[in-house]
């Protein structure tokens, strides 16, 4: 692996197996011993990428192209059925905005917690504690029971503790459409930083919209595999005509 | 918005870029393969052991989490069985074993951390599918977790248990003391051992959290916790053709482990019946490092199937997210 990537994924394929019916009890596997009717679905099929470190990567493609698939597999979330991925440095990843938070907890517990799991010690939560809250403008709810928070709120502070991990590498699942302007604007801004610092980006979307205005490369995946790897604009234009056969909204 | 000019500062002093960032080549690289094996597997588990503390402080918060006494549930609950066996059992159902209350907890105790410990693995990977489908950490923890806060309230029990020892003046077996913590371990080991091959099993066969409950129930009358060992070493005894039985009998490691607590804790070997005045055995009379060897070699035992419910886990873990 070179010095100057961050991701490398080789000849990775990814197999579910998509049960007729689900068979999850004794009486029903006993039944049906040996014979469970399933079939084979392979949601991602041989994909090869490099992402070179500092680059933003748009991961585009319809719905059930195997987007969300391939990140949850780099998050290591999902493991591969073949083939490998080799990532340098420490990745975080944007799949859901609060996921693990404990709605009976306060929002000070939950940032211990959801730090500690996207990978932070314990120390580096409590130097990071302030700039968390201030972040999520949360200074005066901190303490109440998370079960209170409006989902806005609640996304706040998923977001604030998600970018605070300080990551070599940011897997978002289009965490980003959700939440009001202002959020939005913080969070685009946030990423931007991201990308001054020169940390490596792969984003999740089917808008090529958003992916324009935030990614330098895009990969397009359909039925699982690479349909297209170029720079954002031809990837983009490539995309809408050939996959979405729609027209471009901002012709230029 | 605060300042983000101190933002990506790192304390220690190894070499920076301009931006704050370690340089990328120094980031160490990991791959992610169909499979990782048990030892990858335990580094990562000894990776995340302070997730696992806030995983156990959730646990025990969130039992008793909106209760006016909260944690003192903790101790008053078992203080309240304590006394209600001991009116039952010293004034009403009189079996003749002197004592029989601290008899019984000393059991009982051994008990409640095993089965809260299983019971609540078995259910864990289900009960948190919210982040096993989100986030990724090595999901055994939320089993051990489960151990982890059984454990925190074994220890309000034992607190209890002391007072209770006190305020009924009865002085323990204080030479047998250093068996207590031996005993815990392969309690804690064994529990572990179960807790994540049940975790695991349970997210393909949802039958097994009902299955458990009542092996549990066949499980605790397999100890000798409410009757004596003796009583059943007699029928052993008797039938000379069961050897093979006691073998059996005192290889589930629970044994051992009630025995050593009974040992410490109850500390009469042979008593005098309190209904018919006849002597009568009740507890093992062996050496102190006879009970030790016992617990020795079923520690080994559950050390053995750790591995093995790890390496099981290790299988199954693969698919865990796309079959919750």
Not at chain 2, 92 to 113: D, T
Not at chain 2, 280 to 287: D, E, G, Q
């Given at each position: ?249 901002d012709e230029d | 918005m605060p300042s983000s000019s101190g933002l990506f500062k790192k304390a220690d002093g190894r070499d920076k870029l301009h931006n704050g960032l370690e340089p990328a080549y120094l980031a160490p690289v ?295």
């Open positions: 692996m070179n010095s100057d990537v961050t991701i490398e994924i080789s000849n990775l394929s990814k197999r579910f197996r998509l049960y007729h019916e689900k068979y999850t009890s004794f009486r029903e596997r006993f039944v049906h011993a040996g014979k469970i009717p399933y079939e084979e679905f392979w949601a991602l099929k041989d994909i090869d990428i490099q992402v070179k470190t500092g680059e933003t990567l748009g991961l585009l493609g319809r719905n059930g192209s195997g987007k969300t698939t391939l990140l949850k597999c780099m998050a290591s979330i999902l493991l591969p059925t073949t083939g490998e991925i080799a990532i340098r440095g420490k990745v975080a990843a944007l799949l859901e905005l609060g996921a693990g938070f404990q709605p009976e907890l306060s929002g000070r517990d939950n940032i211990f917690l959801n730090g500690s799991l996207l990978g932070l010690s314990r120390k580096e939560i409590v130097k990071r504690f302030d700039e968390i809250v201030a972040f999520s403008e949360l200074e005066q709810f901190i303490d109440n029971q998370v079960k209170y928070y409006s989902s806005g709120m609640y996304m706040r502070l998923g977001f604030a503790v998600a970018v605070h991990v300080e990551p070599e590498l940011l897997l978002i699942d289009e965490v980003l459409a959700v939440g009001d302007e202002s959020f939005q604007l913080k969070c685009l801004s946030k990423i931007e930083q991201f990308q001054k610092e020169g940390r490596t980006i792969v984003f999740v979307t089917h808008a090529p919209d958003l992916a324009k205005k935030i990614c330098n490369r895009a990969v397009i995946l359909e039925h699982g595999t690479v349909a297209i790897d170029d720079d954002i604009s031809q990837a983009t234009k490539v995309f809408r005509k050939d996959i979405l056969h729609t027209k471009e909204a | 990991h791959i992610i393969r169909p499979n990782r094996n048990i030892w990858q597997r335990l580094a990562d588990i000894w990776h995340h052991r302070e997730l696992l503390m806030f995983l156990i402080r959730k646990e025990v918060h969130l039992r008793y989490s909106n209760s006016v006494l909260g944690l003192a549930w903790s101790m008053l609950n078992p203080a309240l069985t304590l006394a209600i066996y001991w009116i039952v059992f010293e004034k009403v159902l009189r079996n003749g074993i002197p004592n029989f209350v601290v008899f019984l907890f000393a059991g009982i105790l051994v008990w409640n951390l095993f089965s809260t410990s299983v019971l609540g693995a078995t259910g864990t990977l289900v009960a948190n599918s919210g982040i096993v489908k989100k986030v990724a950490f090595p999901r055994e923890i939320l089993a051990i977790a489960s151990v982890g806060a059984a454990s925190v309230l074994f220890f309000f029990q034992a607190l209890v248990v002391a007072i209770g020892l006190i305020i009924l003046n009865s002085g323990p077996a204080w030479g047998y003391l250093p068996l207590i913590p031996l005993a815990i371990v392969v309690l804690l080991v064994f529990s572990t051992a179960l807790g994540i091959f049940l975790s695991a099993v349970n997210v393909y066969f949802r039958d097994t959290q009902h299955l458990v409950e009542v092996m549990m129930l066949a499980l605790f009358w397999a100890e000798p916790i409410v009757y004596p060992y003796k009583s059943v070493a007699a029928i052993f005894a008797n039938h000379p053709s069961l050897f093979w039985l006691k073998w059996i009998y005192l290889a589930n490691p629970l044994a051992g482990v009630v025995l050593a607590f009974q040992r410490f804790l109850y500390a009469h070997v042979n008593a005098i019946n309190t209904v018919t005045h006849q002597p009568m055995a009740i507890l093992p009379t062996r050496t102190i490092s006879s009970y030790a060897e016992l617990l020795g070699i079923v520690l080994v035992v559950c050390i053995a199937l750790l591995i093995g419910a790890i390496g099981v886990f290790a299988k199954l873990a693969g698919n865990l997210a796309e079959e919750l």
